[in-house]
Nanobody, 120 residues
Framework: EVQLVESGGGLVQAGGSLRLSCAAS????????IGWFRHAPGKEREEVAC????????LYADSVKGRFTISSDNAKTMVYLQMNSLKPEDTAHYYC?????????????WGQGTQVTVSS
């Protein structure tokens, strides 16, 4: 059974940083792409970042390029999202998600999510 458990969300002031973590289990980690999407009330879901564990390639939304960094630890089956220079518009519920193969923003599984709130 695929399980994705997020942690690390919270309240931070604009300009601050947070690191989200995702603990993955129940699948062959190295064969999957894992990423993050976010959803804020009244807004559409937005794919944020993704990493293909087979080759390490990454994808980012334009809105977070240069501020967010995704990384993975295959040995620990963990994925991290380092978020710097946070803005109020980054406020959302962040979900860790995965799909077999490479990053395509077409996730098949996701976790319960963690809330990120950025105050101005």
């Amino acid at each position: 059974e695929v399980q994705l458990v997020e942690s690390g969300g919270g309240l931070v002031q604009a300009g601050g940083s947070l690191r989200l973590s995702c603990a993955a289990s129940g699948f062959t980690f190295a064969d999957y792409a894992i990423g993050w999407f976010r959803h804020a009330p009244g807004k559409e879901r937005e794919e944020v970042a993704c990493i293909s564990n087979s080759d390490g390639r990454t994808l980012y939304a334009d809105s977070v390029k240069g501020r967010f960094t995704i990384s993975s630890d295959n040995a620990k089956t963990m994925v991290y999202l380092q978020m710097n220079s946070l803005k109020p518009e980054d406020t959302a519920h962040y979900y860790c998600a995965t799909n077999y193969g490479f990053c395509s923003w077409d996730f098949d599984y996701w976790g319960q999510g963690t809330q990120v709130t950025v105050s101005s």
